[in-house]
């Protein structure tokens, strides 16, 4: 029964970061694109990769990590000049129920690590698995507050609160020290269809582990075939890209 949750919850992750996923890049990258065919070829990749195993997604996951964050670092780093600190001032102006919501949706922003329920039983040395954890948190966590600063320092609270995907538009208007590089959003982009992409592989082998598990069957491989057409009619569902973050974070408070 806990393993059907899990995975109805997978399969819901899934398709609502597939319908985010080809909503940025329809707006960024392939305008023309309608979301359907954009679903449907990412997951038809995501769909392979997924068939190739747990050892495969590790792997991938293992060289993406350093491509995905550099890039990224580098470009908040050179973006450092622009920024206003005495946007945060005055401190502690939030009364504590507003805290209290705050600290509740940070947290959720770091789901995920539920799915070491599911990929707990491929580690072999466990050993050094909460110590590698709490490490994995620290480095996450201090990710997401450094580019909180910098994006809120250069738009400042109001301005990034009219911002959808406040991080994207910061990248689009940074130009490189010097013009060595022209047009920094492209790498950004690249790296995040990366990341995400690996994200979503996760999902989509969880969703098929777990099916695999319900069944009884033997191998999982076959089995991320009858999700496409389920994944894409869900991913369907929101009218638009505010609904599929606001039904994220329903499902992910629940």
Known sequence: FIALIFLVYSVVQLSLQVRAFADIVKNFLLFNTPLEVLMIVYLLVVMYVARSGIESIARMSSIILFFSLAPMLVAMVFEIPNLDMTTFLPLFRSDLTHVKEGIFQSFLTTRGFEFLLVFGYFIKDTNKLQKNVMRSGLLISGIYIFVTIITIARYGYIQTQTLLWPLLTLFKSFDFPGGLIGNVDVIIMTTWVTSVFMST?????????????????????????PFLPIIVIIALIPRNIVEVYDIGGKISSI
């Open 201 to 225: 592989a996760i999902l989509m082998f969880s969703s098929s582990y777990l099916l695999s598990l319900l069944t009884k069957s033997k191998e999982h491989n076959f089995l991320v075939v």
